[in-house]
């Protein structure tokens, strides 16, 4: 089991940043990719973006391609959540969630995640 703990959520103006961090702790974190998903009031939660443990791979939604940048730190068991540029249709709550690899579920289903984090709220007002 993968424990996450996230900071860094807040409110800022559109145009602005944040950036977002997730801690992991627990065994064989290897197995697992490390995702940012999203949830906006009375909309299903949502894939953002997703990095792996090895290698340079990123992955994300094209919503947030070229204004989010996901990255982590290996030796802090951390992965960060750059967001510039925001735009008020980023509000939600972001989390932290570690998702299986070897999951058959598609590559952004919320079901592939094992462990999620307690979230965190991004406001981004007009």
């Known amino acids: 089991q993968v424990q996450l703990v996230e900071s860094g959520g807040g409110l800022v103006q559109a145009g602005g940043s944040l950036r977002l961090s997730c801690v992991a702790s627990?065994?064989?974190?290897?197995?697992?990719?490390m995702d940012w998903f999203r949830q906006a009031p009375g909309k299903e939660r949502e894939f953002v973006a997703r990095i792996w443990w090895t290698g340079r791979s990123t992955y994300y939604t094209d919503s947030v391609k070229g204004r989010f940048t996901i990255s982590r730190d290996n030796a802090k068991n951390t992965v960060y959540l750059q967001m510039n540029s925001l735009k008020p249709e980023d509000t939600a709550i972001y989390y932290c969630a570690a998702s299986n690899i070897y999951s058959t579920y598609s590559s952004t289903d919320p079901r592939r995640v094992g462990s999620w984090g307690q979230g965190t709220q991004v406001t981004v007002s007009s």
């Open positions: 627990g065994r064989n974190l290897a197995s697992y990719a």
